[in-house]
């Protein structure tokens, strides 16, 4: 092809005046928003008038002339203008919400619908998306879409509590009632501080919340209304009978069993909590979400953790954006050692609910587990900040720097917590560990009574003190913390190895191989991350002591026989 050379100093001036003549119909476009946001409205309508004239294909000019015709209540106007400019730009999802509630006011609802349908399934949907979508559903008279369209809204957006509240009025307008509470009794407990919420909650429950009921209720919704006033009130036993007597009155009540899992997994009933959750699903509850997510707590709280991780997965398989499932499978897969697949659930956490301090903190122990200190300390950093009085929070950050070996920094994490929970045994239980493997015995030993003092049956803190007696050389009082310790928990494999050091260390061999023999024996049960106990294996006290035993003897086959023990001890801890 020949250009013209003559022609192309025209071409040059064509260009620079179409640029020009976008600029100015542009700033005219600006001039005219200016106007309407400042209330000016007939004057913006005539700018906009003006845009369009210059440049019938300018996209926004129509929009925003079809705005200011939605806002007049002209809504054929609204319309025509918004289907001209979505001809210019198709893609544009404000135009065509706003085109859909111009259908709305004209009853126009099947084009409504196809536009909102559309737009809920577009990437960035919001929730006026959804909500427009219900009323449209609610317009046909088409209930089981309209509830359907606040479920999708609530697994896109759970952290919004205006949804729950709008999906409750929408179902008391249908008069499900006992839905409604149960759904508000779920958003109350991610919501605990809104407002709106607990007046909704209380005005669907006024009668019940006023007084307990003296008899058992006929209605099952009153059942379950009964139960969840006396939960609140703090009497969960009392809430259990109530529950327990509407699943045996109404044996198919899904939601009968869900609130009875609920409340036995409360009253630490877990293998009850699981056969009630269970049941729940085999009434037809396999596709809710927070069901299977109960459920694998529950299987995790029984040490049932291959069950509990297959829950999780099933809950994150009907509500891929769950961060709680998502966290708790991760804490799960930490326990089995599957730390890089652990590693991703709970990052997927953070990044769903980056304002849950737990979800922050179990991503820094993480990365404790995998050494990327640097990561770990930076993360308790945010989960602190987000949740400074959380004992937890502060366990976790003296764990890691007990970790990295800053036990100063370590011991003030751990004051900290108890300063905040001077009840809990744990944050004593973690000072005492420092505090003996700095070899700081007596210090440790009165740190570690004074735990035991509020957990006196607790297996860990006894086999911590007997491991402070092993160090110390008081053999019998070692055996004795180390004997209870078994008797507490049978399936303690660090109290066994404890107890046969120690009995090896008192000259009782045959006691001391009969007890290894256990140890080799006993099968290694995999359990969720324990920062305490973590901090026992980390110590390695268990491991000095036996190396200790082999120092001090010159005996070829006991110390070949410790070795083994040793090795043993590098499966375990």
């Known amino acids: 092809m020949t250009v013209n050379r003559a022609a192309i100093p025209l071409i040059t001036v064509f260009l620079i005046f179409s640029a020009l003549f976008s600029e100015s119909v542009e700033n005219l476009y600006l001039e005219g928003i200016e106007y309407a946001f400042n209330g000016n409205i007939e004057r913006a309508e005539e700018i906009f008038k003006q845009c369009i004239l210059i440049n019938p294909h300018f996209a926004l000019a129509h929009t925003a002339l079809g705005n200011i015709y939605l806002e007049r209540g002209e809504y054929n106007k609204a319309i025509s203008e918004y289907n001209i400019a979505l001809k210019l730009k198709p893609e544009d999802a404000l135009t065509k919400l706003n085109l859909s509630i111009s259908y709305l006011k004209v009853k126009e609802i099947d084009k409504a619908i196809d536009l909102l349908e559309n737009l809920s399934s577009s990437k960035g949907a919001t929730y006026d998306i959804y909500r427009y979508l219900s009323t449209a559903y609610h317009m046909a008279g088409d209930k089981k879409s309209e509830l359907t369209t606040f479920q999708r809204a609530i697994e896109h957006f759970p952290d919004?509590?205006?949804?729950?509240?709008?999906?409750?009025?929408?179902?008391?307008?249908?008069?499900?009632e006992e839905q409604a509470t149960t759904l508000l009794y779920d958003a109350l407990s991610r919501f605990p501080d809104s407002k709106e919420i607990r007046e909704l909650y209380d005005e669907i429950n006024d009668k019940t919340t006023r007084e307990p009921l003296s008899i058992l209720p006929e209605k099952r919704d009153d059942f379950l209304k009964l139960a969840l006033y006396l939960e609140r009130e703090g009497d969960t036993k009392k809430a259990m009978d109530v529950l327990k007597e509407l699943t045996n009155r109404y044996p198919h009540f899904i939601q009968g069993y869900q609130a009875l899992g609920i409340i036995l997994s409360r009253l630490s009933m877990h293998n009850e909590s699981i056969e009630a959750l269970n049941r729940a699903i085999e009434l037809g509850a396999k596709d809710d979400a927070y069901t299977h997510y109960n459920l694998g707590i529950e299987y995790a709280n029984t040490g049932q953790l291959d069950k509990a991780i297959e829950e999780y997965h099933i809950s994150i398989s009907i509500y891929r954006d769950f961060p709680e499932a998502h966290l708790e499978l991760g804490r799960c897969l930490n326990a089995i050692g599957e730390t890089d697949k652990a590693m991703t659930e709970i990052k997927t956490a953070v990044e769903l609910n980056p304002?849950?301090?737990?979800?922050?903190?179990?991503?820094?122990?993480?990365?404790?587990?995998?050494?990327?200190?640097?990561?770990?300390?930076?993360?308790?950093?945010?989960?602190?900040?987000?949740?400074?009085?959380?004992?937890?929070?502060?366990?976790?950050?003296?764990?890691?720097?007990?970790?990295?070996?800053?036990?100063?920094?370590?011991?003030?994490?751990?004051?900290?917590?108890?300063?905040?929970?001077?009840?809990?045994?744990?944050?004593?239980?973690?000072?005492?560990?420092?505090?003996?493997?700095?070899?700081?015995?007596?210090?440790?030993?009165?740190t570690l009574k004074r735990s035991l003092e509020l957990d006196k049956d607790n297996s860990s803190i006894l086999a911590d003190l007997g491991e402070v007696y092993l160090q110390k050389k008081e053999y019998s009082k070692a055996i004795r913390c180390f004997n209870d310790s078994i008797y507490n928990n049978p399936d303690y494999i660090r109290a066994y190895i404890g107890l046969g050091t120690a009995l090896w260390a008192n000259k009782e061999?045959?006691?001391?191989?009969?007890?290894?023999?256990?140890?080799?024996?006993?099968?290694?049960?995999?359990?969720?991350?324990?920062?305490?106990?973590?901090?026992?294996?980390?110590?390695?006290?268990?491991?000095?002591?036996?190396?200790?035993?082999?120092?001090?003897?010159?005996?070829?086959?006991?110390?070949?026989?410790?070795?083994?023990?040793?090795?043993?001890?590098?499966?375990?801890?």
């Open 160 to 176: 919004d509590e205006t949804i729950y509240r709008d999906y409750a009025i929408a179902l008391l307008t249908y008069n499900e």
């Open 355 to 446: 304002t849950n301090s737990n979800a922050w903190r179990e991503y820094a122990l993480t990365l404790a587990v995998n050494k990327r200190w640097e990561e770990a300390l930076n993360a308790i950093e945010k989960a602190l900040t987000i949740s400074p009085d959380n004992i937890e929070n502060h366990l976790a950050e003296g764990y890691i720097f007990f970790s990295v070996g800053d036990n100063s920094k370590a011991k003030r994490s751990f004051t900290n917590a108890i300063k905040l929970a001077p009840n809990d045994p744990n944050p004593l239980t973690c000072l005492g560990i420092v505090l003996s493997s700095e070899g700081k015995l007596k210090e440790a030993e009165r």
């Open 509 to 573: 061999y045959e006691k001391a191989i009969d007890v290894f023999k256990k140890v080799k024996n006993k099968r290694i049960k995999a359990e969720r991350f324990e920062i305490r106990e973590v901090m026992s294996h980390t110590s390695n006290l268990t491991e000095l002591n036996i190396l200790g035993l082999i120092d001090s003897t010159d005996d070829e086959d006991e110390i070949e026989f410790l070795r083994e023990i040793l090795e043993l001890l590098e499966g375990i801890l």
